[in-house]
Protein backbone atom coordinates (compact mmCIF):
# COMPACT_ATOMS: atom_id res chain seq x y z
CA UNK A 1 0.00 0.00 0.00
CA UNK A 2 1.49 3.26 -0.75
CA UNK A 3 1.86 6.20 1.66
CA UNK A 4 -1.04 8.41 0.33
CA UNK A 5 -3.08 5.22 0.41
CA UNK A 6 -1.68 4.77 3.98
CA UNK A 7 -2.07 7.87 5.30
CA UNK A 8 -5.80 8.77 3.41
CA UNK A 9 -6.83 5.03 5.14
CA UNK A 10 -5.75 6.40 8.53
CA UNK A 11 -7.83 9.63 8.36
CA UNK A 12 -10.88 8.11 6.95
CA UNK A 13 -10.36 5.98 10.64
CA UNK A 14 -9.63 8.82 12.71
CA UNK A 15 -12.50 11.21 11.05
CA UNK A 16 -14.87 7.62 11.32
CA UNK A 17 -13.85 7.34 15.38
CA UNK A 18 -14.33 10.79 15.58
CA UNK A 19 -18.26 10.62 14.51
CA UNK A 20 -18.71 7.42 16.50
CA UNK A 21 -17.44 9.48 19.61
CA UNK A 22 -19.78 12.38 19.03
CA UNK A 23 -22.76 10.28 18.32
CA UNK A 24 -22.06 8.04 21.57
CA UNK A 25 -21.89 11.32 23.54
CA UNK A 26 -18.20 12.28 23.99
CA UNK A 27 -16.85 15.69 22.93
CA UNK A 28 -13.74 15.84 21.29
CA UNK A 29 -10.98 18.08 23.10
CA UNK A 30 -7.65 17.29 20.30
CA UNK A 31 -7.11 15.59 17.27
CA UNK A 32 -3.82 14.18 16.60
CA UNK A 33 -2.29 15.86 19.51
CA UNK A 34 1.59 16.54 19.00
CA UNK A 35 4.77 16.20 21.27
CA UNK A 36 8.08 15.81 21.21
CA UNK A 37 7.17 12.11 22.10
CA UNK A 38 4.88 11.17 19.99
CA UNK A 39 0.43 12.03 18.87
CA UNK A 40 -2.39 10.85 20.40
CA UNK A 41 -4.69 10.23 17.76
CA UNK A 42 -8.07 11.47 19.65
CA UNK A 43 -8.64 13.23 23.30
CA UNK A 44 -11.95 12.98 24.18
CA UNK A 45 -14.52 13.47 27.27
CA UNK A 46 -17.16 12.16 28.64
CA UNK A 47 -18.88 12.15 32.19
CA UNK A 48 -15.82 14.01 33.41
CA UNK A 49 -13.27 11.92 32.45
CA UNK A 50 -10.47 12.18 29.55
CA UNK A 51 -10.31 9.78 27.35
CA UNK A 52 -6.90 9.15 25.39
CA UNK A 53 -7.85 7.15 22.41
CA UNK A 54 -5.49 5.44 19.57
CA UNK A 55 -7.22 4.49 16.50
CA UNK A 56 -6.19 1.70 13.83
CA UNK A 57 -7.30 0.89 10.86
CA UNK A 58 -7.14 -1.88 8.57
CA UNK A 59 -9.05 -2.07 5.35
CA UNK A 60 -10.54 -6.21 4.99
CA UNK A 61 -8.72 -8.55 3.81
CA UNK A 62 -5.34 -7.01 5.21
CA UNK A 63 -2.63 -9.88 6.03
CA UNK A 64 -1.39 -7.89 9.64
CA UNK A 65 -4.22 -9.28 11.91
CA UNK A 66 -6.56 -6.83 13.76
CA UNK A 67 -6.55 -3.52 13.91
CA UNK A 68 -6.55 -3.73 18.09
CA UNK A 69 -3.56 -6.49 17.82
CA UNK A 70 -1.52 -3.86 16.30
CA UNK A 71 -1.99 -1.67 19.57
CA UNK A 72 0.91 -3.35 21.51
CA UNK A 73 3.10 -2.74 24.66
CA UNK A 74 4.91 -0.33 23.23
CA UNK A 75 2.49 1.85 21.97
CA UNK A 76 0.79 1.38 24.77
CA UNK A 77 3.87 3.17 26.66
CA UNK A 78 4.47 5.61 24.36
CA UNK A 79 1.05 7.08 24.56
CA UNK A 80 0.82 6.80 28.39
CA UNK A 81 4.05 8.74 28.42
CA UNK A 82 2.20 11.53 25.53
CA UNK A 83 -0.92 11.95 27.98
CA UNK A 84 1.76 12.37 30.79
CA UNK A 85 2.93 15.33 28.50
CA UNK A 86 -0.19 16.61 27.67
CA UNK A 87 -1.78 16.69 31.05
CA UNK A 88 1.49 18.45 32.19
CA UNK A 89 1.05 21.20 29.40
CA UNK A 90 -2.71 21.75 30.16
CA UNK A 91 -1.48 21.84 33.71
CA UNK A 92 -4.01 19.10 34.37
CA UNK A 93 -3.63 17.73 38.05
CA UNK A 94 -4.40 14.17 36.70
CA UNK A 95 -8.34 14.02 36.42
CA UNK A 96 -10.04 10.83 35.85
CA UNK A 97 -8.96 9.37 32.67
CA UNK A 98 -8.73 5.69 30.63
CA UNK A 99 -7.06 4.65 27.89
CA UNK A 100 -9.24 3.39 24.91
CA UNK A 101 -8.61 2.00 21.34
CA UNK A 102 -10.94 2.04 18.69
CA UNK A 103 -10.52 -0.42 15.69
CA UNK A 104 -11.76 0.73 12.17
CA UNK A 105 -12.25 -2.16 9.57
CA UNK A 106 -12.53 -0.41 5.92
CA UNK A 107 -14.23 -1.99 3.14
CA UNK A 108 -11.98 -1.51 -0.24
CA UNK A 109 -14.41 0.77 -1.31
CA UNK A 110 -13.45 3.09 1.52
CA UNK A 111 -17.00 2.58 3.47
CA UNK A 112 -16.31 1.51 7.20
CA UNK A 113 -17.70 -2.04 8.00
CA UNK A 114 -16.84 -1.89 11.38
CA UNK A 115 -15.75 -0.16 14.53
CA UNK A 116 -14.88 -1.66 17.83
CA UNK A 117 -14.61 0.60 20.83
CA UNK A 118 -12.33 -0.96 23.20
CA UNK A 119 -12.43 0.94 26.36
CA UNK A 120 -9.81 1.27 29.18
CA UNK A 121 -7.97 -0.76 27.04
CA UNK A 122 -4.72 -0.26 28.82
Known sequence: MSEDRRRHTGQAGEAAACQYLEIEGYTIIERNWRCRSGEI???AAIDKTLIFVEVRTRRAGGRFGTAA?????RKQQQVA??????????????P?????VIAVMMNHDDSISEIKHIKAAF
Open 81 to 94: LIAQVYLRMRQLAY
Open 69 to 73: ESVDR
Open 41 to 43: DII
Open 96 to 100: PMRFD
